[in-house]
T-cell receptor
């Protein structure tokens, strides 16, 4: 069945460091791909999305490119801030049933 | 524009009781989804409602049920509560069909604690 695999956390970085959170997926067909972010004590916020191969989603300095050949959707940011500390979830939407399938989440902690 | 709202924020119940959680979608969204975020189990899809009908169901027992009202708000009911039902229950909404149907917007969640 469809699935999403994310790198395990926690990821600990200093402010202004570069971030990469790896995400790979298994799906039949051509899923839509998403990154969601969950700040402490809150629900999930849609961070960015890509709906077809080679699409690049971007928001708030974060980027991810839909790579069909490697079935990946890695999240990147050039310079992280303390306020980016949160849990990041990679997700795919596929199968025609409007169900999102999430990865396990990666906790990011950014220190001053 | 108001986002997805959920109530209550926290709910404490005893084993065997019933819990009712409520959700109001973003205006214009007809689809409502429920997900369970339990410690160590990640986010799992529970239910999808659209136009008052249950459209899809995750791998949960029948004591998890719900409904959607004519104004598209939704209720999740959990009967015969068990300790392992303790979790954050997230509601999301979206347009029903088309490319944006997977673009789901989440509420802040209801934290259910079963003692």
């Amino acid at each position: 069945g469809d699935s999403v695999t994310q790198m395990e956390g926690p990821v600990t970085l200093s402010e202004e460091a570069c971030l990469t959170i790896n995400c790979t997926y298994t799906a039949t067909g051509y899923p839509s791909l998403f990154w969601y972010v969950q700040y402490p004590g809150e629900g999930l916020q849609l961070l960015l999305k890509a709906t077809k191969a080679d699409d690049k989603g971007s928001n708030k300095g974060f980027e991810a490119t839909y790579r069909k050949e490697t079935t990946s959707f890695h999240l990147e940011k050039g310079s992280v801030q303390v306020s980016d500390s949160a849990v990041y979830f990679c997700a795919l939407g596929a199968g025609g049933y409007n169900k999102l399938i999430f990865g396990a989440g990666t906790r990011l902690a950014v220190h001053p | 524009e108001a986002g997805v709202t959920q109530s209550p924020t926290h709910l404490i119940k005893t084993r065997g009781q019933q819990a009712t959680l409520r959700c109001s979608p973003i205006s214009g969204h007809t689809s409502v989804y429920w997900y369970q975020q339990a410690l160590g189990l990640g986010l799992q899809f529970l239910l999808w409602y659209d136009e008052g009908e249950e459209r899809n169901r995750g791998n949960f027992p029948p004591r998890f049920s719900g409904r959607q009202f004519p104004n598209y708000s939704s209720e999740l009911n959990v009967n015969a509560l068990e300790l392992e039902d303790s979790a954050l229950y997230l509601c999301a909404s979206s347009l029903a069909f088309g490319d944006r149907s997977y673009e789901q917007y989440f509420g802040p969640g209801t934290r259910l604690t079963v003692t």
